[in-house]
C-alpha cells in the first residue's frame, strides 16, 4: 500500500467497503473517518427536519448525542433496561407521547447497541415504522452482533459502526463506515464526505473531510481474517467470568444475554456498590479497569438547556454508579483471567 503512493480513495478502501458490506448482508458501504462521522454523514445526508428531536439512549457515550446537534435536531434522552443497558423499549414509547402530545416533531431514533450487546431492535423496528420515524443504529460497539439470523446494523435505514483501536474489529487508529441498502443515501453520503463536491471542485453540498484513510483499510483487510476467531475468543473469556463470579451474585451484577441474542462482547462490565473501592484495590494488584460511563448524557454540564434534571432517567443514574468494565480482548491468557477473578473475589472475603 505504501509503496502504492495512494494514501486516500484507493482499492484498500473499496476492498474493505465491499468485504464488509458482504458480511453483514447490505448493498453499500462507505468508509469514513470515524465512527463519529459515520452517525454525523447519515444523519445530515437525511436532510431531517431542524429543531425536530431524535431519541437516544443517556447511558452512551456522547459521540451518539453530539451527532444529532451538529445535524441541527435536538436530542432527547430515553432510559434503558438495567439488564441489558440498552434502550428501553418502555421508556421511547413513553418519550414518543410526550413530544407529540406537545405537538413536537419526532423525527427518529438511534439505537445504541452498548458493549456489544445488539439492542432490541426487533421492537425498535416495529415501533419506528408504525410511527413512520427513521431509525439509524449506532453499532460502534457491536459489530459482529446479531439477533437470530440477522446482524446488528442491518435493522435502521442506515448503521454506523466504529474501528478505533478499543473495538472489535479495530485499526490502527481512527476509522468508521457508514451501512446501508438505501442507494441515494449511500452516494450522497460519498459526497458530502469529500467536501460536498459531486466533481472535481465543483462543491453542490456542504461536506467534510470525512475520509478513512487507505493505510487504516488495508490494517482491517488483514485483521477482518481472524475477526470471527477474535470472536470466539472473547467468548470464551466472558464464559469463564460468568463461571468464575457466579458465586459472587449478592455482590456482582453480571452481564445479561437474552436468548437468541449473539453479543461482539466488546466489553465485559459488572455492576457492583463498592466500586471504587473494587477499582482501586484492582488498580493496586496491576489490573486495569473501566468505567463507561459515570455520568449519563442527560446529567452532562453540555446539554443543560434540554431541562433535564436528576431523577428523570433512573435507571441510567442508577447503573452509571455502579458499572466496571473488566479486561477483555482476544488475547487476554487463560492464567492472566484467571488472576482477575481469583482477585475480585479476594476483595469480597471481607465482607
Not at 425536530?52 to 451527532?67: G, K
Not at 456489544?116 to 460497539?141: T, W
Not at 431523577?311 to 458499572?323: A, F, I, M, N
Amino acid at each position: 500500500m505504501l509503496r502504492s503512493g495512494i494514501y486516500l480513495n484507493g482499492p484498500q478502501t473499496r476492498a474493505i467497503e465491499e468485504t464488509l458490506s458482504s458480511y453483514l448482508g447490505v448493498k453499500y458501504a462507505v468508509g469514513v473517518s470515524s465512527g463519529t462521522e459515520a452517525l454525523y454523514l447519515i444523519l445530515k445526508a437525511l436532510e431531517l427536519p431542524k429543531e425536530s428531536y431524535f431519541l437516544v439512549p443517556s447511558f452512551t457515550f456522547i459521540a451518539s448525542a453530539e451527532v444529532i446537534i451538529r445535524a441541527g435536531m435536538i436530542p432527547y434522552f430515553l432510559d434503558i433496561e438495567e439488564s441489558t443497558y440498552n434502550l428501553s423499549v418502555g421508556s421511547l414509547e413513553d418519550a414518543y407521547k410526550k413530544l407529540t402530545k406537545k405537538r413536537k416533531k419526532v423525527s427518529g431514533v438511534l439505537a445504541v447497541s452498548l458493549f456489544g450487546l445488539p439492542a432490541d431492535l426487533e421492537k425498535i423496528e416495529i415501533f419506528c415504522k408504525e410511527r413512520e420515524l427513521i431509525l439509524v443504529e449506532d453499532i460502534c460497539q457491536a459489530f459482529g452482533a446479531q439477533i437470530g439470523d440477522r446482524k446488528a446494523g442491518t435493522f435502521g435505514i442506515a448503521s454506523a459502526t466504529s474501528f478505533y483501536p478499543t473495538k472489535p474489529l479495530s485499526a490502527f487508529g481512527d476509522g468508521g463506515m457508514v451501512f446501508t441498502n438505501d442507494e441515494k443515501l449511500a452516494f450522497k453520503i460519498k459526497i458530502l464526505k469529500e467536501h460536498g463536491q459531486t466533481k472535481p471542485y465543483f462543491y453542490e453540498y456542504h461536506g467534510q473531510n470525512g475520509r478513512i484513510d487507505e493505510i487504516q483499510c488495508a490494517v482491517l483487510q488483514v485483521k477482518f481474517k481472524y475477526f470471527e476467531k477474535e470472536l470466539n475468543l472473547r467468548k470464551k473469556i466472558v464464559e469463564k467470568y460468568l463461571e468464575g463470579f457466579k458465586d459472587l451474585s449478592s455482590y456482582l451484577k453480571l452481564p445479561y444475554f437474552p436468548s437468541g441474542y449473539k453479543s461482539s462482547y466488546a466489553l465485559f462490565t459488572i455492576r457492583t456498590k463498592y466500586r471504587e473501592e473494587l477499582k482501586k484495590f484492582l488498580q493496586k494488584n496491576k489490573i486495569e479497569t473501566g468505567i463507561y460511563y459515570s455520568l449519563p448524557l442527560h446529567l452532562q454540564p453540555v446539554y443543560k438547556k434540554l431541562g433535564f434534571k436528576k431523577g428523570d432517567l433512573p435507571v441510567c443514574e442508577k447503573v452509571s454508579e455502579e458499572v466496571l468494565s473488566l479486561p477483555l480482548y482476544p488475547y487476554l491468557r487463560d492464567e492472566e483471567v484467571e488472576y482477575i477473578i481469583t482477585t475480585v473475589k479476594s476483595f469480597y472475603q471481607k465482607f
